[in-house]
């Protein structure tokens, strides 16, 4: 079983940048496939990237690729979601996800453990 919790959401201002962490329990953590997903008010829960359990593999969302980047710390139990160059339509709570090994997936149902998520807010 893990946990996981999000951090690092805020306001910021168009063209800014945002580092938001996603912090998990669990010793085996590392055998976890991530993903990061964001839902706005109103619209269906959105993929945004994915890692694979051994960290070899990552996808990532048309809308934000180029712009964000996952990475994780398995010394750490840690998930991080990049963001760069942020635009109001990133606007929305954004989730961290884990499912055991695989190479993570782009639907929300892919994924069994879920954070509380965390609020971004981006200004025009």
């Known amino acids: 079983q893990v946990q996981l919790a999000e951090s690092g959401g805020g306001l910021v201002q168009a063209g800014g940048s945002l580092r938001l962490?996603?912090?998990?329990?669990?010793?085996t953590f590392s055998r976890y496939a991530t993903g990061w997903?964001?839902?706005?008010?109103g619209k269906?829960?959105?993929?945004?990237?994915?890692?694979?359990?051994?960290?070899?593999?990552?996808?990532?969302?048309?809308?934000v690729k180029g712009r964000f980047t996952i990475l994780r710390d398995n010394a750490k139990n840690m998930v991080f979601l990049q963001m760069t160059s942020l635009k109001p339509?990133?606007?929305a709570v954004y989730?961290?996800?884990?499912?055991?090994?695989?190479?993570?997936?782009t639907h929300a149902t892919d994924y069994a453990h879920w954070g509380q998520g965390t609020q971004v807010t981006v200004s025009s």
Request: proline share 2%; with cysteine; hydrophobic share 30%.
């Open 37 to 41: 997903f964001r839902q706005a008010p």
């Open 44 to 63: 269906e829960r959105e993929f945004l990237s994915a890692m694979s359990w051994s960290g070899e593999s990552t996808s990532y969302a048309d809308s």
């Open 21 to 27: 962490s996603c912090a998990t329990s669990g010793r």
């Open 89 to 91: 339509e990133d606007t």
């Open 95 to 105: 989730y961290c996800a884990a499912k055991f090994l695989g190479r993570g997936g």
